[in-house]
């Protein structure tokens, strides 16, 4: 009998804390939101500390021409390679609020070897290479999204 009293009682408690029953929250955990005090912020809930500091854009332009390759290689069967760029200028820095991933936003003409010239849009972001380490590329060579994941048009990868 008091095995089944002390399961009973053990059982109403689990409820009673699930629902948010115990310590004035209400019923059903109905309690307001609270923002972070200052011991969560400081230990777990850091969040990323950006400094802005991003190279040019004629930076990326060796590693558009190099993945361009790559990628028309792989998917593209054509072969096409990037034989050179100009009007390479900047479009955009930083555009959006001051808490996101500082960008920027670059265009370019791209001489590929097709003999025609094709506009390029592409962004460098602080912490966006792999595993976050470094600044990265995304960029877009007009007439070759192939996958559609800038369209149209390229637009997609613009401000």
């Not at 089944?4 to 804390?17: D, G, M, Q």
């Not at 094709?118 to 877009?140: K, P, Q, R, Y």
């Not at 007009?142 to 048009?153: I, K, T």
């Amino acid at each position: 009998m008091l095995r089944a009293v002390c399961c009973i009682r053990s059982f109403t408690v689990a409820v009673l804390i699930g629902f948010g029953g115990l310590g004035g929250f209400g019923i059903l955990g109905a309690a307001p939101a609270n923002a972070a005090n200052w011991m969560e912020k400081t230990i777990y809930m850091t969040g990323p500390r950006y400094d802005a500091v991003l190279p040019a854009c004629e930076v990326a332009l060796d590693t558009i021409a190099s993945r361009f390759a790559q990628k028309e290689g792989r998917f593209g069967n054509s072969g096409l390679q990037i034989l050179g760029f100009e009007r390479v200028r900047e479009i955009a820095f930083r555009p959006w609020a001051p808490g996101t991933i500082p960008r920027r936003f670059c265009t370019a003409k791209a001489l590929v070897s097709d003999g025609r010239k094709h506009a390029v849009n592409f962004l460098i972001g602080e912490d966006t290479a792999m595993i976050g380490m470094s600044w990265g590329v995304e960029w877009c060579v007009d007439g070759f999204d192939h996958d559609w994941s800038y369209n149209p048009r390229c637009k997609m990868a613009r401000p």
